[in-house]
């Protein structure tokens, strides 16, 4: 832990003095400090907010991803498995499709949490409240399923190419030119969920032994899940809101981690957060790395290149297992 912390400071001074503007690090600090004005743009409404950004959402996916796999005990789960991401993309994209994104800053991220609660609320409703792991699998992937047809449904009917290529763009996943307001809205939601999910570790510790043992130990598994499913709802909807979809943050942040703590879900979960935030924060500085010898890469687009081998090689190791 103490690793992976002393690794993000050094990334954090990275993140905020790298870019595109050809402005040294003393010059910034020097003049958002004297409060001129371009000095200050950089460094405090752009660099400030994305860099916070990229801690908090690495950390939020990375956190809900070994939350998911500790509650399904399944090591090929992820964040979007019960429905989180898909719904908080579904909002947006609606959003973007109708227009209302256009009206007010605030209108994007919020339409991103209203799909959030609708999905989750669906998910509870299909699967029940005292229903088995399996019920809650299959309602995410019911749920996912029909919000990908939704999207897909309002990108072939929307007339306007324009706001097909925002919504393509947003799905690709970015932290670019997001502001403090962004930051200010998406911060307080992953901090609540990353609370709800931490205050399940001893929960998660005594469902490794299995349902019946959890159960023998006085842990309700009802409230746990549902404690679990909400945490990952606040985290998640929070981070796709503002970021857009970046995958496969929430499934290699954990694996990297596991063997550290010999599988235990409940010390999992503090470290997949800080692992999660320096693998994203990594993807960001690569994006704006890239960037000066063209077009930027989207930052989902970047952590799939990356994320897609990950999982193809862990599938892999789990087929071998079994064998």
């Not at 959402?57 to 090929?76: E, K, T």
């Not at 063209?294 to 087929?319: D, H, M, N, Q, S």
Request: glycine share 12%; net charge positive.
């Amino acid at each position: 832990m103490l690793g992976l912390l002393a690794l993000l400071a050094v990334l954090v001074v990275m993140s905020l003095f790298t870019g595109p503007v050809d402005m040294s690090a003393r010059r910034l600090i020097e003049g958002a400090w004297a409060g001129e004005l371009v000095p200050s743009r950089i460094l405090l409404d752009l660099r400030l907010p994305r860099t916070v950004l990229c801690v908090a959402i690495g950390a939020a996916l990375g956190i809900s991803g070994a939350a998911m796999q500790g509650l399904l005990r399944n090591p090929l789960a992820e964040p979007g498995l019960l429905g989180v991401s898909s719904g908080a993309a579904l909002g947006a994209v609606l959003a973007l499709y109708t227009g209302f994104a256009d009206r007010f800053a605030l209108a994007l991220p919020l339409a991103g949490f209203a799909g959030t609660a609708l999905s989750v609320g669906f998910v509870f409703f299909l699967a029940g409240r005292h229903t088995a792991t399996m019920a809650l699998i299959l309602a995410g992937v019911a749920v996912s399923s029909l919000c990908g047809a939704l999207i897909s449904l309002v990108l072939n009917w929307s007339p306007n190419p324009v706001a097909v290529n925002e919504i393509v763009f947003w799905m690709l996943g970015s932290l670019a030119d997001r502001s403090t307001r962004d930051m200010g809205l998406a911060v307080p939601f992953i901090a609540v969920g990353g609370g709800l999910l931490l205050s399940g570790r001893r929960g998660l510790a005594a469902l490794s032994l299995g349902e019946e043992a959890a159960h023998s130990l006085g842990i309700g598994l009802a409230g746990l899940r549902t404690r679990m499913l909400l945490g990952c709802a606040l985290c998640v909807g929070a981070s796709v809101s503002v970021s857009g979809s970046i995958g496969f943050i929430g499934l290699v942040a954990p694996h990297l981690m596991r063997p550290w703590v010999q599988g235990d879900p409940a010390r999992l979960l503090a470290l997949s957060a800080l692992a999660g935030a320096v693998l994203l924060t990594v993807a960001d500085l690569g994006v704006r790395l890239l960037h000066f010898r063209g077009p930027e890469i989207k930052l989902g687009v970047l952590t799939a290149l990356v994320g897609a081998p990950f999982f193809l090689i862990l599938i892999l190791r789990t087929r071998r297992s079994l064998l």
